[in-house]
């Protein structure tokens, strides 16, 4: 069975669009396929599926006990399965180790040629671990300045989820990356080819380790979204990025232009490779359903996949949202200083993020007056 996870580095990328649509095309080539949605705080595959959810979940099954077996549910589409998540408990980053762990294993036992596990957007350490549980996730971004910047850090922060899992506590390498990640300057420009030159001296068993996995690590990009061609190169620039700054080497499934049929289908309750096949976007779908067909499988050595499923090597929440900053910073250093990201396009970018800052705040005074409002009504009473 092959593990098709498919992330994005924010959300309204089309995540879920392409999952739902990438199952039935798979499924329409007579391909056993399972669909998960792991997206569990937020959980909205089941639309995009057009599918009527019944009580069992993911959610059912991590809190009432519910046999996995029973979570998993036929569809209308032939040869597609679909396990629904779980909107009315917290998302996927809150799973402990053991549910994520008893979860990836009865993944790996499902009787099926592919499961597409749709996560959730962002880069905690779970859906980290569960898009590496195949070398060969689908990260799916935008032409957005925002959303290729996030794409790429998603990548980044994977590349680091590796590292960090192959170079376990105690050994003289993560004792290396832990003098390192005191000084974030020093982090931030000692890339990962380099990171690993030093680390091959302290601790070469490891560092030929870590290479051997970094040969088998190969994510698949899907630029959605697109109205001109020339939108694509935005590919090139995170495909540059990451062979330049993480030694990564990316492979390209194609891009998704934006189709205006993609609403009506979604408002009609149907995916769009059934409401209009022919249509642009279908057949976008459909030619990324040949290529991971044919696709040669990829796989992590073993104890990578043990270690995977039964460990966490971040220590704690404020380390990791640390972590996560002096990425997000360098991250933007990588761009800027490869030439990907113009200053035009950083100032785009300051201007989106204030926007969105701006949007945050009138909802918060809306949701304060509202509040106040309620208060003083039911002090009347």
Known sequence: MQIVPIASG?????????????????????KKVVLADLDLG???LHLALGHNVKRNSIGTYLT???????????TEYDNVSFIAGDSQIPGLTTLKAAQKAKLVRNFHSLDADFLILDLGAGTHQIILDMFLQSPQGILVTSPAVTATLDGYLFLKNSVFRLLYTTFKRGTPGHQLLESLKKDVDTMKSLYIPKLIEALGKVDPQNTELFVSRMK??????????????????????????CSQYLGLDIEYLGVM????LQDKALSSRLPVIIYKPHCVLSQAIYRIADKVIAAEPRQFDEEFNNTIDASATFDMAEEEANDDFSLKLSGIDDLIGSGQLSTGE??????????ELTQIKKENLLLKSKIVKAAKMGFKV
């Open 10 to 30: 924010k959300g309204g990328v089309g995540k879920s669009l392409l999952s739902a649509n990438l199952a039935i095309a798979l499924g329409q080539a007579g």
């Open 42 to 44: 937020a959980s909205n």
């Open 257 to 260: 232009f934006r189709d205006q």
């Open 346 to 355: 950083l100032v785009e970018m300051i201007k989106t993020q204030a926007y």
């Open 64 to 74: 009432d006990k519910t046999p996995f077996k029973d979570i998993i549910e036929p």
């Open 216 to 241: 088998q690590f190969r994510p698949r990009l899907v630029m959605n979204m697109i109205d001109d061609p020339k939108d694509a190169e935005r590919s090139l620039r995170i495909r540059h990025s």
